[in-house]
């Protein structure tokens, strides 16, 4: 069946660190790929999305890749800042309905 | 600015005391969805609506119900409250059903059973 599959969090990072939240997925056809952020307590916010291979999402320095090959939509982020502390949840839609499958999601904390 | 609302933000009730969580927008979109959240979990789809067509996913509980009387509107209810149902509500919409749409996200409804 479909599915996606995150890196397992919480991820600590210091400010300014390098950003890497791995994303594969498994899919029949052709999915469109989001990145979804959801800031404590709040619902989630579209971070960024990628309909077709190759295609490159971005959004607030955040960047992430369709690579069909890898099946992958791996979130890059080159200077985190501590309002990056949030929960990032990978997700794909596949077909008509639009019913996203999420990935589990990953925490990640930025510390001063 | 065009947004999904949701209301209350908090709401508690009772164990089998009925409640309707409120979800509404000033998008104009077709689709309209009810997700549960669960602590630490990915939101996981109830059913949703397109335009006044109800789809349900399977493992939704009967317990769960939804209305939308307008393109503005949705409702969630939930007929006899468990403490399993204790959760995050979060209503979502898009303009169509396509898989290239994203979703718009409200804030979502804290639920708590007692």
């Known amino acids: ?71 992958s939509f791996h979130l890059e982020k080159g200077s985190v800042q501590v309002s990056d502390s949030a929960v990032y949840f990978c997700a794909l839609t596949y077909n008509q309905g639009g019913k996203l499958i999420f990935g589990q999601g990953t925490e990640l904390s930025v510390k001063p | 600015d065009a947004m999904v609302i949701q209301n209350p933000r908090y709401q508690v009730t009772q164990f089998g005391k009925p409640v309707t969580l409120s979800c509404s927008q000033t998008l104009n979109h077709n689709v309209m969805y009810w997700y549960q959240q669960k602590s630490s979990q990915a939101p996981k789809l109830l059913f949703h609506y397109y335009d006044k067509d109800f789809n349900n996913e399977a493992d939704t509980p009967d317990n769960f119900q939804s209305r939308r009387p307008n393109t503005s509107f949705c409702f969630l209810d939930i007929r006899s409250p468990g403490l399993g149902d204790a959760a995050m509500y979060l209503c979502a919409t898009s303009r169509d059903d396509s898989s290239n749409q994203p979703q718009h996200f409200g804030d979502g409804t804290r639920l708590s059973i007692l």
């Open chain 1, 1 to 71: 069946g479909n599915s996606v599959t995150q890196m397992e969090g919480p991820v600590t990072l210091s400010e300014e660190a390098f950003l890497t939240i791995n994303c594969t997925y498994t899919a029949t056809g052709y999915p469109s790929l989001f990145w979804y952020v959801q800031y404590p307590g709040e619902g989630l916010q579209l971070l960024l999305k990628a309909t077709k291979a190759d295609d490159k999402g971005s959004n607030k320095g955040f960047e992430a890749t369709y690579r069909k090959e890898t099946t």
